[in-house]
C-alpha cells in the first residue's frame, strides 16, 4: 500500500521553508526521499531508518516518527535548484520475502526568485 | 548520471507493434526494477528482479514481458500496447534486496507513446 503524501504541490519564493509530510497506515522500518526534476530521473536524497532519526542534505532535512508511521521533510532557506518532485518511498516485503520501494504520488515544489 | 542506463529515451510505437526497451547497470547492484510513471500517478512498481530472478510482479498485464539475463541488464518486450500504456518507464536498481538501508538508482527513463 502506497504512503500518503501531503501537500500535493508548493509554491515558494526562494529564501522561504517548506514541509513535505509522509504517512503510511502500515508500520514502517524505513523511509526514502527522492527529488525528481522535470525530464530527469528521480534521484536519492536520504533514507531514515530508526523512530525519531533526523538527516541532513544540503539544508533539507528530515526527520522520522516510527510511532506515528510518518516523516517529514524540511526544506530551509530554499534555492531556486529545490524545484522539483519530491517522493517518499517505504518499503514493504512481498510475497517472496523480498522487500520493494512503494512510493507515494509525490509533493511538486516550485521555487520562484 | 546515476550509472543505470536506458535505450531508447523516446520511443513512439503503434498498437501493433513489438519493441523492448533495455536498462543496464555497472554498479554491481543485485536488484533491478521496472516503475511506470504516468502523469497525476505514482511511481507504479511493475516487476522486480533479484539475483536474475523475478521476485515480484505487480499484477502487470501480460503485453509487458520483462527479461534478466544477468544481473547488469533488464529489459521490457513491449506488445500489442494501449494508448493507456504511453508513459515515462523508469529503471532502477539497488545493491542489497529485502535490507531497508539501500537506496535504488534510476535510469533517465524512456518515455513511451502508444499510437
Known amino acids: 500500500q502506497q504512503p500518503v503524501q501531503s501537500p500535493q504541490a508548493v509554491i515558494l519564493r526562494e529564501g522561504e521553508d517548506a514541509v513535505i509530510n509522509c504517512s503510511s497506515s502500515?508500520?514502517?522500518?524505513?523511509v526514502h526521499w527522492y527529488r525528481q526534476k522535470h525530464g530527469e530521473a528521480p534521484v536519492f536524497l536520504m533514507i531514515?531508518?530508526?523512530?525519531?532519526e533526523q538527516k541532513g542534505h544540503e539544508k533539507i532535512s528530515a526527520s522520522f516518527n516510527e510511532k506515528k508511521q510518518q516523516s517529514s521533510l524540511y526544506l530551509t532557506a530554499s534555492q531556486l535548484s529545490y524545484s522539483g518532485t519530491y517522493f517518499c518511498?517505504?518499503?514493504?516485503?512481498?510475497?517472496?520475502?523480498?522487500?520493494?520501494?512503494?512510493f507515494g504520488k509525490g509533493t511538486m515544489l516550485l521555487v520562484s526568485p | 548520471e546515476t550509472g543505470v542506463t536506458q535505450t531508447p529515451r523516446h520511443l513512439v510505437m503503434g498498437m501493433t507493434n513489438k519493441k523492448s526497451l533495455k536498462c543496464e547497470q555497472h554498479?554491481?547492484?543485485?536488484?533491478m526494477y521496472w516503475y511506470k510513471q504516468s502523469a497525476k500517478k505514482p511511481l507504479e512498481l511493475m516487476f522486480v528482479?533479484?539475483?536474475?530472478?523475478?521476485?515480484e510482479n505487480n499484477s502487470v498485464p501480460s503485453r509487458f514481458s520483462p527479461e534478466c539475463p544477468n544481473s547488469s541488464h533488464l529489459f521490457l518486450h513491449l506488445h500489442t500496447l494501449q494508448p493507456e500504456d504511453s508513459a515515462l518507464y523508469l529503471c532502477?536498481?539497488?545493491?542489497?534486496?529485502?535490507?531497508?538501508?539501500?537506496?535504488?538508482?534510476f535510469g533517465q527513463g524512456t518515455r513511451l507513446t502508444v499510437v
Open positions: 531514515l531508518l530508526k523512530g525519531g
Open positions: 518511498g517505504t518499503l514493504s516485503v512481498g510475497s517472496s520475502g523480498y522487500s520493494t520501494l512503494t
Open positions: 502500515k508500520a514502517l522500518y524505513s
Open positions: 532502477a536498481s539497488s545493491s542489497f534486496p529485502g535490507t531497508t538501508n539501500t537506496e535504488a538508482f
Open positions: 528482479y533479484n539475483f536474475k530472478e523475478q521476485t
Open positions: 554498479l554491481g547492484h543485485n536488484a
